[in-house]
């Protein structure tokens, strides 16, 4: 199904194509009409399945459509600072040609940063993305400006109760209108899930979405390293044999303009896209790169779905991807059309953990490759053990 199909309002389709999205996912084409249709949603959507578009394309269609007045429209409650930022940057993408606005809203900041949540959550910022303990800071100063909320949505919600959110997530929701839309997303629907969710949603629609592997074509391989060895490794990688198409993909722009720059003064055919270039800018770069005027693409996430070009053959992942959806997205841009592609991925330390959830998605590791000697030593790939865990492992659905 074509997101032309959906009757979204024509910003956001303008703001769809621009990112390359055409074709739903399954979880997309599942709960798009029902979130349109304002019922509750219970999905077991696992990372990989495109859940986070699923669910900000109708509600920003909504807000578009919807009362202009300086109150929330959205809640979003997450367990993470950083799936905050991700879907907040995702949000970037998507609204880019609306004036619906977003803030993320974390712990862990300055006082400026609370600050201008304040100011956010006081004037009536559209959409809010925010973890539970900054959220119930913020409400219990009596500021938020929650009254006209029409929709809350929890995102990984199984892995905000196994962090004991539970009292957490009720007492926010006791802040909010009791008529709203709420939806419920969730990689496992353990017991508890079920509880909160009869405590929560109202005759809810029940979505179950599983996650589809990487071509088998693609031969994957992980490099454990260092940060400061990371752009010495891209620049061997690409040196090591002449390819006619690489696509880099960085999580942040700075990496992705630093690496660009490195890259340039090797004299690679390289250029760099990311949200800072104006859509006209992005357009030539892109066109060159399918002109083979330029071999190497540096980009940022938002190229991860929409590059359209059957003949990529090596994928960097320079950093390690937010998620699964993002990494299933950025190697899929190899192997295409029946060809053969790989992709490499860079783990630093810090990445482990979230690489590590990557592999269980995948339902096998990705083999370990050495880094040439000159590189010197490297981090022992331990991810369990680097971040305290006690080895019980975190149900996940492995793809198919």
């Not at 949603?201 to 179950?208: A, F, G, K, R, Y």
């Not at 752009?231 to 390819?243: C, G, R, W």
């Amino acid at each position: 199904m074509k997101f032309v199909d959906f009757g979204l309002d024509s910003k956001v389709l303008d703001g769809i194509k621009a990112i390359g999205f055409e074709e739903a996912t399954p979880v997309q084409e599942k709960a798009i009409p029902v979130i349109l249709a304002n019922r509750d949603i219970i999905a077991s959507a696992q990372t990989g399945t495109g859940k986070t578009a699923a669910f900000l394309l109708p509600i920003i269609h909504q807000i578009i459509n919807g009362d202009h007045d300086e109150s929330i429209k959205a809640l979003i409650i997450v367990p993470t600072r950083e799936l905050a930022v991700q879907i907040d940057q995702q949000m970037e993408g998507l609204s880019y040609f609306t004036s619906v606005s977003s803030l993320a809203v974390y712990g862990g900041g300055d006082g400026s940063s609370f600050s201008r949540e304040k100011m956010a959550l006081s004037e009536g910022a559209d959409i809010i993305i925010g973890t539970p303990g900054r959220l119930i800071a913020h409400l219990n100063m009596g500021y938020v400006k929650v009254n006209k909320l029409k929709h809350l949505i929890l995102d990984e919600a199984d892995r905000m109760l196994d962090m004991g959110f539970n009292e957490d997530l009720m007492k926010i929701v006791s802040y909010l209108p009791k008529k709203r839309q709420n939806l419920l997303f969730s990689a496992t629907m353990p017991p508890k899930m079920r509880e909160l969710a009869r405590n929560i949603l109202h005759e809810p629609e029940e979505i179950n979405i599983a996650v589809s592997k990487p071509a088998e074509r693609i031969v994957q391989a992980a490099f454990v390293v260092y940060d400061r060895q990371k752009i010495e490794l891209a620049k061997y990688i690409l040196s090591a044999k002449k390819l006619q198409s690489v696509i880099v993909f960085c999580s942040t722009k700075s990496a992705t303009k630093q690496l660009n720059r490195e890259l340039k003064k090797m004299k690679f055919l390289s250029e760099e896209i990311h949200s800072d270039l104006e859509q006209k800018e992005r357009e030539q770069v892109l066109q060159a790169f399918k002109n083979k005027k330029l071999n190497i693409l540096v980009a940022t996430d938002i190229l991860s779905r929409g590059i359209d070009i059957e003949d990529i053959e090596l994928v960097i992942n320079y950093d390690v991807p937010n998620d699964g959806e993002d990494y299933i997205h950025r190697i899929g841009r190899t192997a295409r059309a029946a060809s053969k592609g790989a992709a490499f991925t860079f783990v630093n330390e810090k990445e482990q953990r979230n690489f590590l959830e990557i592999e269980e998605l995948l339902g096998a590791p990705v083999p370990k490759a050495k880094l040439p000697a000159s590189l010197g030593e490297t981090p022992v790939y331990n991810p369990r053990k680097r971040n305290g865990s006690s080895g019980k492992k975190r149900f996940v659905k492995k793809a198919r």
